[in-house]
C-alpha cells in the first residue's frame, strides 16, 4: 500500500477488487477444471511445504520476533508458531483433502418429467470463497485446500501478525498451482495489515461468493453488522446434555464429565447441565465428586443446590454462558418439556444431547430439539466434521441456511438443475 | 392499529414482533406435529374456502372497489380479483399441497463413525417464513399451504390493496388449523396497510428465520438493502440461448421460438440470443422471419445486422435488459468460448440453453455455465418447480446459497445432525 495516498480506503477498496476480481476469473478456470488438477495441485503445495521448510521457518521467525516485542501472550506466539511438526502436519493434511472424493460435478440422479425432458441438479462450487481467520498460519493451507478441493477460488484474511508466514505459505500455493497448471491467482492472500481490507472483504459482493469467517464471536458480530456477502458462520457454543429421569447414572456420569472436561475452550464443550428432577438426588452427588475432581465450578440452581452442597448460585447470565472454562451451570427440571423448554430459551442452537434409556423421550429429543446437533447418549465434544466423517472442516455453522452443523466440502458447494432436451419446447 | 399513537412506528414495530413472537411459538408446535395433522388442516381450509365462497367474494368486493376508486388498471384489478374459479383453484392448490410427500423428519441414512456413534442428518422445519407479495390474494392460501405443508409458521404481508380480501382467507385458514388440532397463529397474515409493516417484518431476525419476497425488483432491491433476515431471493432473469455450430436448425428455431414468445412477461422468457457465427447465415434470416410473425422487435449486433436486414442496432444497455416483452437481443458469436462468456458477462444467472447436436460441447455448456438452471435442446420456459417435478414452487432463487432456482418444499427446510450414541465419549 502506498503510505503516501490521499484516500487509503478507497486505494484498499481498489487493492482488495483487484484481488476478488482476479480470484473471480480464477474461479470460472477452476470451476472448469478436472478434480485430477486440483488434487495434483494440492500434491505439489505439499511438497513445496516441506521443500520450502527453512523459508517458512525463516518467514515465521520474523511474525514471532514482532509478536514477542508487542508483548503477544505465551498462547498467541505458540498459536503464531511454525514448527516443523506443524509445517509437516499441514503437508499431510493437504494430501488427506486430496485424496477426498471430489465433491464435483456430482448428478445425483437425472429424472424423466412427464414433459419429456430429463432434469437433474450438478453439484459446483460456489465460486469464491473470502475466509477472515486470526492468528495461526496453518489455517492458510487448510482453507486454500479446501477451496480448491471443491473447486473455489479463495481470498484469505488471515492475523496481521502472521503476515510473512502467511506470504511464505502463500508463495508454496501459487507455485503448486502453477506446477498443476492451474490459475495461481486462484488462491488470494491478503497482502496488508490495513485493517480496513476486512472492512472491503465483506462488501465485496461482486466478486466474493460466500464468507467464512473463523475466529471468536467479536469478529464475527462485527461482520454480521456490516457484511453484504452471505456468510456461513459460527456464532458460539451453548451446548447442553439433558439427563433424563431414566438415564443410566453411570453413562449419564461418562458422557457428561466427557463432555465439559474433554476439552473447556471449544464450542461443543457443555456449558449447561440439565437434571431431570427424577433422578438429581442420586445423580448430582455423585457428578459433584467427579467434577471436583477436575476442578469444574458447578453453578447451580435453587433445586439442586437443595440436593448437594458446595454448588455456587447460577445467575440469570448463567444460563446463556459461553464459559470455554471449567464452569459449568447446572439446573433441575420437571421433565422432558421443561428440559426442551430451557433449551429453547438459552441454547445457541449449535449442539445438545440427551442422556436416557426411554424411547419415545429419546425420539422427541431428537425431533423437536432446533440445533444443528442433536445427540443421544453421546458427548456433545463429538459434534466435529471429522468425528461426523467429512472428511475435513472448514467450520461448524450456527444457521439454518445452506449449511448447518459441522461444514466440510459439501457446504462450499452449490447444486444448479441440469435440464436434457431434444428440442422440447413449453406447450 | 391505534391513530392517537404518539410513535407510530414503535407501535407498528410492537405489533410485528407480537405477530413474529406468536408465529415462533407456533412454529415449534408445528415442527412437533405430525404430517398428517398437517396435511388435516390442508384439507379443511380448502373445505372452509369452498364454503365461505360467499364471504371471500364479498371482501373481495371490498377491496375490487376500491382499487376501482384509486384507479388501479385493468390488469391489476383483474390480478385482485377473486372469481369463483380462482377460489375453487385456490382449494384444489391446497388439496395438491396435502398430497406431496412429506418433506418433514426423513434421515437419508445413519453412518456408523469409527468412534462407534451413529451419525445421519434429520430433514427439518426452517421455523417461520415471513412471505412479502403484491397484489394477488390467492397467494395468501398458497403460500400458506407450502410453509405448513414443510411444518413451518408463516408471516404473511400482501398488497395493501387485497386487504379485505387476504383477511377473510386468513379467516378461513385459522378455522381449518384449529379444526386440525393446529395452532391458530402459525398462518399470521399482517392485518394493517402501514408500509411500515414491511420494514419492521424484514429486520424481524429474533423471530423470521427467511424471508421469501415475491414481486417485482424494486421490492426485492429494497428488501435486500434492508433485511436483516436472510433470504430467498429472485431478483431478475436475463436468460439467454446459444444456437451452437453445430444445431439442427428446425430444432434451434422451435427451441428458441418457444423461449421467446410462449410467455413474454415470465423470468425464464428468452431475452438474449447467442448464434454461432458458423450458423448465423442460414439460421438467422428464417428466425427473422418466424419473430416477425409473432411481432417479435429483434435488436441486433452489427455481425448479426449484417446478415439480415429489419433487425433494430442493440445498444450498450440492451445485453443485460429483461425485456419482459416482444423484443429480444442477438448477438452472432464466434464459438462456445465467446458464447459463454457473453453469458458469463451478462447473465442474472438464471437459466441459460444451448442447442447443439455435438456432444462435448453440450457437455461443457452443462458444466461451465454458472446458472441456476442449465439446459440442452430444451426451451428456458421449462425452468420451473412443476415442470422440474418439485409439485409445488415457492419461488425461484437466483442466489446460490441454501436453495438455487425452482424452491418447492425443500427449500423451506434445513437439515439437522443427530447422533446416536450408546454412552459414547470422545477419546
Redesign the interface.
Known sequence: MNAESENPDTEINEYMRGLGRAARAAG?EL??SDGGARNAALYAIAARLRGEREALRTANEVDLAAGRANGLDAALLDRLTLSDARIESMATGLEQIAALPDPV?AVGHL?P?P?G?R?GR?R?P??VVGIIYESRPNVTADAAALCLKSGNACVLRGGSEALHSNRAIADCIAAGLAEAGLPETAVQVVGTTDRAAVGALITLDAFI??LVPRGGKGLIERIMRDATV?MIKHLHGVCHCFVDADA?P??AE??VI??KT?RYGTCNTLETLLVDAGIAPTLLPRLKAAFDGHGVELRGCELSRAIVDGMTAAQAEDWDAEYLAPILSVAVVDGIDAAINHI?RHSSRHTE?I?TNHYARAQ?F???V??????????T???DGF???LGAEIGIST????A???VGLEGLT?????????????G
Chains 1, 2 share one sequence.
Open positions: 470460472r470451476a472448469a460435478g429424472d418429467m414433459s425432458i432434469v450438478m459446483v460456489l465460486g461468493d460466500v452471505p443410566d453411570d453413562m461418562q458422557v466427557n463432555a474433554q429453547d444431547a442422556v422427541r431428537l425431533r423437536e432446533d440445533s444443528s446437533s442433536v445427540m443421544v447418549n453421546a458427548s465434544r463429538f459434534a468425528e461426523y466423517g444457521d439454518k441456511l445452506h448447518r452443523g459441522p452449490t447444486q444448479k438443475y441440469i435440464v436434457l432436451g431434444d428440442g422440447h419446447i413449453r
